[in-house]
């Protein structure tokens, strides 16, 4: 049964596996033990498919279940207990709770550096989710001189076509990419590729992860087809190997559906993102992440058309629901509130998009700092929009 579960986790069935899962871990609880490895163990995997159904609620209510209990049998530094504590921090990282991430992760970094050494492969995953963590709060130097030196590493260590070195080449190759350096993210992207198609395979599906983000970086220099070429590729590969449903798959449909909205073909990006959005919402449910942001990319659709109603409905929805999911200062519920402003603006409700962008410039310098590409973003179409609307005679409100 463990080995099934496993089978349907690789092929993102998450309700599949849950399912079995949940009858693992009562079946070792009642046989092993509440504190047996095993029954840990299964545990542990439990959490990791509500985390990846995006349940972070409960995947931390019984990562940290898991966490307890292994500290009190295996001990504190036990290296199954530091995995756990891991985990538990990427859970905190996809809430946007990045502190707490960050806390953790420096604590699991240095017991392993204590306990296994400083080269030993999780010692080096360590060090990877922690730059992974500076990453998404902007802090590009010091993610990339830390992926810098995980790869460095990794290359000595496990060998520079390992599957570890090419996720970490992949993800500075990102961190580049963050930066707006498309160059040399196109650089390290084209190297990661080659070095996947050889050892993983053409249609391995960290291939077509790498080939998504090299489309991405022609489509943010706005090499639109060979953008959409490479999109189209990467999502019919998709199709074949994981099936029409797979978050995979339909996260290469997001990323085409986007290519179509920066060339203005608005038909075509719509009919793919209300096929995205409806599938996810199938396989993952209504108040899923990945839901909510293909929602929040139909809506931009919307608003690219000039059918403001359409957009601001849509906009509402996914703010609301990411303010419950997610809380109200996850990056994702702040940028939910930075396109609702520009939406009231697009309709001249110039106090209401005022009064929203002021909130978001607010929480994005408290959550991601005033530096952050975000913030000034935000900060700067605030400025301008103030100016505007005192040249009306109005006050800002």
């Known amino acids: 049964m463990a080995n099934l579960a496993l089978t349907f986790w690789n092929q993102g069935r998450w309700k599949e596996a849950e399912e079995l899962g949940v009858q693992v871990m009562e079946t070792r609880k009642r046989v092993l033990g509440e504190e ?27 990562g940290v279940q898991v966490i307890e209990t292994r500290k ?11 995995l756990s504590i891991a985990n538990l921090a990427s859970t905190y990282r996809n809430q946007g709770r990045w502190k707490e991430a960050e806390v953790l992760e420096v604590r699991v970094m240095e017991a392993f550096k204590r306990v296994l050494g400083e080269e030993h492969p999780w010692t080096l995953t360590s060090m990877h989710n922690l730059a992974s963590t500076y990453r998404n709060q902007g802090r590009w130097k010091e993610a990339e001189e830390l992926f810098v030196r995980v790869i460095e590493t990794r290359k000595r260590v496990l060998r520079e ?29 084209v190297q ?15 291939t077509l992860t790498s080939m998504g983000n090299l489309a991405s970086t022609y489509r943010n220099q706005g090499r639109w087809k060979e953008a959409e070429e490479l999109e189209l590729r990467v999502m ?15 996260t290469s449909m997001h990323n085409l559906a986007s290519t179509y909205r920066n060339q203005g073909q608005w038909k075509e990006a719509e009919e793919l993102e209300v096929r995205v959005m409806e599938a996810f919402k199938r396989v993952l449910g209504e108040e899923h992440p990945d839901t909510l942001t293909s929602m929040a990319n139909l809506a931009s659709t919307y608003r690219n058309q000039g059918r ?67 913030t000034m973003s935000s900060a700067s179409a605030l400025s301008d929009w103030e100016l505007d609307f005192r040249e009306t005679g109005r006050e800002v409100p």
């Open 236 to 250: 019919e590969a998709f199709k074949r190997v994981l099936g029409e449903e797979h978050p995979w798959t339909l």
């Open 36 to 62: 047996h490895p095993n029954t840990l163990m299964s545990m542990h995997n439990l959490a990791l498919t509500f985390w990846n159904q995006g349940r972070w609620k409960e995947a931390e209510e019984l």
């Open 308 to 374: 403001w109603k359409e957009a601001e409905e849509l906009f509402v929805r996914v703010m609301e629901t990411r303010k419950r999911v997610l809380g109200e200062e996850h990056p994702d519920t702040l940028m939910s509130m930075h396109n609702l402003a520009f939406t009231w603006k697009d309709q001249e409700r110039w106090e209401d998009a005022i009064q929203l962008l002021k909130n978001c410039v607010r929480l994005r310098g408290n959550v991601l700092g005033v530096n952050h590409p975000d």
């Open 192 to 206: 990661v590729i080659e070095t996947r198609k050889r050892v993983l395979g053409e249609e391995h599906p960290g």
């Open 72 to 82: 009190r049998v295996l001990g504190e530094e036990h290296p199954d207990t530091l």
């Open 161 to 189: 076509e390992h599957p570890d070195t090419l996720m970490s080449m992949h993800n500075l190759a990102l961190t580049f990419w963050n930066q707006g350096r498309w160059k040399e993210a196109e650089k390290l992207g």
